[in-house]
């Protein structure tokens, strides 16, 4: 499969031993030892400076293609760190002329780049303008990676077409309507049409309906291939990461709330009866415990946990009117409390409807549901944006260098410094 984006792009960037070239590194030297004998700091020519610039572009670049003007100050000290004699007079560090110098050369390089087709800043072009008065203002619903992604949209393979993807595309629907389906065969064509079918759910104008995006690519349907589109996009397996830490911080998670269960309040007295619960159940396996920690973290966080998990009479039928998405188990006269960890059939909500049938184990079917926010590219509810950024950054470690505030900081201090 043709993905633009290295490994690299993962992690945090580290500018230190960036090479500019033979001849700027003698200089860069020859200027660092002058400045450790003499504090004397380095004259650059315009040349020489823009030659830093778009050096420093390209790689942040490498890294993030719109990088947070934080990001570009941590790679404008790196650049201070590695050759102090660049350090300019404005700001405490020496560093702050250099990050905005930064700044504009990466809107520049972003433009070039959007000129020669690039996919993943070609899709924010044909903003306003003078000629285009009554289009998107050009800071304004930028198109990026907003949830750590690191293959966000790519250009086609160079040896494809949009015809030979299309023709790809029909072909992974002929297999996905066969009785006995070719996974194999499916997988392989997910891969290679991937670019096609990301542009047209990030590309499209506005943003596709589900429902409209799963006709076309019905594979998407397939636990297995939501699983691989999460792979695809962000170099993670979802089901082996997901789990790892989540039972590594299970033990604390369920500690912390049993905690708080003992005080007072609407919030004690929801993860009082959660707890109660679970310690009744016959059997408190694996499962049992992820469920009850998926159950109580956004009670933890005070998110409204009932927007999550839904439920419905099977006789009457749900009611999903403004339900981004959700996971639904059907209930009857004989459900019992413990349906909360062990229930017999989840659906899996995306935009008021019923999406799939889920697995039966609640973490499972969270997962999947995980991975559909990120192979639809659809943002996380509201309501629940504090459990799901736990999610993503805590469970998954995708960091996306934005601060943790509030509740979620101080969950995430209270996990790590037991």
Known sequence: MYLRYSARRVGLMNLLFLVFGYEMDHILEEGNRVYEESAKLLKLKRSQKSEILKKMAETIYSFKAYAHKKEVAMAAQALIRAHPCLRM???????????????????????????????????????????????????????????????????????????????????????????????????????????????????????PRVRDVVDRWPALLMESQVVAEFHRIKNVNLRTQFYKELDRHTPRLITLFRDNAIKTGKIAEELAKLMRIYDIQEQRDVNTRRALVLRALPVYLREDASTLFRTCDSADGPDLTVTPVALLTVVTDDTTDSALFSPESICIVVEDEILVNGPTNLADSFLLLFGYIYALDLQYPKKLELTFTFIQKVVMCLEDNKPLKGRLLTLKNDLFNE
């Open 89 to 207: 007079t404005t700001g405490e560090d020496g560093a702050l002329g250099w990050k905005r110098h930064m700044g504009y050369k990466l809107a520049s390089y972003r433009n070039n780049l959007a000129k020669a087709g690039v996919a993943e800043v070609a899709i924010n072009t044909g903003r306003r303008s003078r000629n285009n008065p009554n289009n998107d203002h050009p800071h304004q619903n930028i198109k990026k990676a907003r949830k750590a992604e690191v293959n966000y949209i790519t250009n086609l393979p160079k040896d494809q077409t949009p015809a030979t993807l299309e023709k790809m595309r029909e072909q992974i629907m002929h297999e996905v309507e066969k009785t006995e389906r070719n996974y194999l065969v499916i997988g392989k064509l997910m891969d290679t049409t991937y670019a096609l079918c990301r542009q047209e759910i990030v590309g499209a104008v506005g943003a």
